[in-house]
């Protein structure tokens, strides 16, 4: 049997580039490599990695509004912060962000530039994921297709079989936008490496993942069954926290792809769990994520009650701008923009500057999908002073 711990692949499965709008610190609460070497790092480079993420963000979101000289600014003032990176995990990962930033503006040769540069393999292989999706969506199949063949190549090669089957199940569903059958031999070589991790609250972590790559590559009965197995091992988990997680993770995945009845069941199992949670970071994580897939989900009522009650005010924030843009999906624009603007209100909270720039950031993309971009504007400009007050 092979065995892992939790904190080993839940990072890799939910953390690098799942929500690639976290930055600095805020990502750091979710992937503990990234947290070491913030808390490890000189001063002034870590400075120099946050001004890259949230230039590059705000460069981005600046071509948007169709601000151009803005927008080149701010990539200029990222390669200037990034350049100034010693070697290590904090320019990888900035290098990953980059490179998803520049693919999301279109510019898929500083996209690549960027991630020929990353030299740890997962970082590198979810950043991939990010800019094959958006060259498919561009219209460039065969260069996604050939970035695939060449993640593939790579995930073979790794060593650890844990590793390997969450690199191999991303991989086979990045084939989605471009040959669905083409990915899914990956995903079933990954699902029988899932039948031999030892650690149950890993398996059903990987397992939930695999549920969502079926359902991917076009395999609903598969995905059934495996999400059938995630939720059998999650009953049996004894820690809350774990618990917690397991369920929470269950219901999103379910959310996202659809299966939106299904999901709240065990949305309710992870909150019954994480209320047992004795510690309060953590406890406001795992809330923040039940609430956030309860929008998912289009259980709004549910979902506020259990965001209204996070204590922390970051992750209450991004709770409230997840269900705010489900509801702005489902039609329901003036609850939509009235949840925004309490959000943006309460983000003085916030007392970390990151964080509270992180959440900006994301209030801003909201406004702009809701062509407000004189709020969305007001926005970039308060991270802008908050880049150029970082010390370091």
Known sequence: MIKTQVRYILPLLCALFGNAGLVGHAAAHANPYLEQALKGGDARNVADYQRTLLHTQLANHYQQLAQTDAASRHFAAADQ????????????HAAGHMANEYASAGDFAKAR?????IDDLALRTHTAWKVVSKLAKAGDKEAAAQMLLAIEDEVRGVDDAVLRAELLTGTGAGWKAVDPGRGAGMVFEAYGISRIVADPAAQATLLNELGANFIDIGRKDMAMRVFAEAERIGLGLTDPLQRAQVFAMHGGELAEKGERQRAVPALDMALSAALQVSDAHERAEVLSEIARNYGQSWTFAPGLKVADNIEDPYYQAEA???IGKNLWKTGQHDQARALFERTERRAILIADDIERATVLRKLAS????????ERAMG??????RIVNGLTG
């Open 81 to 92: 912060a990034y350049a100034k990176i010693a070697p290590g995990y904090l320019k990888a």
């Open 113 to 117: 530039a960027s991630l020929a540069t």
């Open 320 to 322: 409230y701008i997840r």
């Open 366 to 373: 909201e406004w702009i999908v809701l062509k407000a971009p």
């Open 379 to 384: 926005l970039l400009e308060q991270i802008a």
